[in-house]
């Protein structure tokens, strides 16, 4: 039955293999993202950048994971980006002071 509020994209059935693909589609569009530099898929300054290189990988992510899990991924893809960032920084503190004593 015809649904008006429903986005046009099948239901996500979690199974072991829809979430093996699903995981090998974000792989895939987040390598791609990587190739352009791009950290937050979310930003709207990179939404060009991403329709010119990577639509393709978007598309099939998107087709191939729940709603829910795209937008958590793309929002752990920074998050972890940041951690990095912070974790990368500390080991550098903490091998400085050991270098100074």
């Known amino acids: 039955m015809w649904n008006p509020f429903s986005s046009g994209k099948q239901e996500f059935e979690n199974t072991r293999e829809n979430r093996k693909q699903c995981w090998e589609s974000r792989d895939l569009y987040f390598q791609c993202l990587d190739s352009i530099d791009v ?3 979310l930003d ?3 939404k060009d950048k991403i329709k010119r290189a990577c639509q393709q990988q978007e598309k099939q992510f998107e087709q191939d994971c729940a709603n829910s899990w795209i937008r958590y991924f ?3 893809r920074v998050t972890d980006y940041r951690n990095d960032l912070i974790n990368k920084k500390i080991q550098e503190e903490e091998l400085q002071a050991a270098v100074t004593k």
Do not use: Q
């Open 39 to 41: 950290i937050s898929p």
């Open 44 to 46: 709207p300054k990179n």
């Open 74 to 76: 793309k929002e752990k």
